[in-house]
């Protein structure tokens, strides 16, 4: 978590738990992962999670939480803020297998289903803790939509995805050295310029397949994860609008 990347905003840290909410199953590895990069970018966020994780033995918690074959969180808030901070760290990191952790611990029913109960239970749970702890409580509906994020137009998402696309494309250009799989630098220079033609005509019909190239070409590019990253956002809302 770099210091140059922090600022004091919460709304990058408000809107992550919210496009996440607004997501779908198949996208959450990708929305955990936009949710730590909003914290490491927001100084009081970051700041709060330093202090609680502090000593904090997440391996001894998650024995203790999971011993009785279901997910109880530690009742102490500094701990529950820690421990969620951990799982989403190892969902991230892959060291958690997704896929058998909510149909284990989120098994949900008729009426709720296992994404919904990991969103009530560990996402907002995590962003209600964050925020009391900054003063901010927000046990009044009324409260929280003080600080609820409003849903960008299609308009600003598309011009967010173009100037994206824009951006990836002039650092692979500009890159000396970069770890693509698959493709060349050339090719995957191609699919860019193609994605942008695609944007600027509206031909959705191709941005889940450019989208997955580049995710695809790009996963080892650690300097430029964020970009992708967010071209991945901004490419999966579009898409889920129609």
């Keep these: 978590m770099a210091e140059e990347t922090k600022n004091n905003d919460l709304n990058e840290f408000l809107f992550s738990i919210y496009n996440l909410s607004n997501s779908d199953i198949l996208q959450l590895a990708d929305d955990v992962s936009h949710i ?13 999670i330093a202090e609680c994780i502090a000593d904090f033995n997440f391996a001894n918690e998650w024995a203790e939480a999971t011993k009785n074959d279901v997910l109880v969180l530690p009742e102490d808030e500094a701990k529950r803020i820690s421990f969620i901070f951990c799982v989403l760290s190892n969902i991230e990191d892959k060291n958690l297998d997704l896929a058998n952790f909510l149909k284990h611990y989120f098994a949900g029913n ?59 494309y002039n650092q692979v250009l500009n890159s000396k050295k970069i770890k693509l799989i698959g493709l060349s630098k050339d090719d995957l220079l191609i699919v860019l310029s193609s994605y942008e033609i695609a944007i600027r005509e509206n031909q959705i019909n191709y941005f889940y397949a450019f989208n997955a190239i580049i995710k695809s070409t790009l996963r080892k590019a650690k300097r430029l994860i964020k970009i992708v990253s967010d071209i991945n956002l901004y490419t999966t809302k579009i898409i889920k609008r129609g």
């Design 36 to 48: 730590l990069q909003a914290i490491a970018g927001t100084d009081r966020v970051y700041d709060v």
């Design 110 to 168: 008729e009426t709720v289903s296992p994404f919904e109960l990991f969103c009530n239970e560990i996402i907002f749970e995590f962003r209600d803790l964050i925020l009391k702890k900054l003063g901010i409580p927000l046990a009044e509906e009324s409260e929280k939509e003080a600080f609820e994020v409003k849903e960008e137009t299609i308009e600003e998402v598309y011009g967010r995805l173009y100037n994206s696309v824009i951006l990836l």
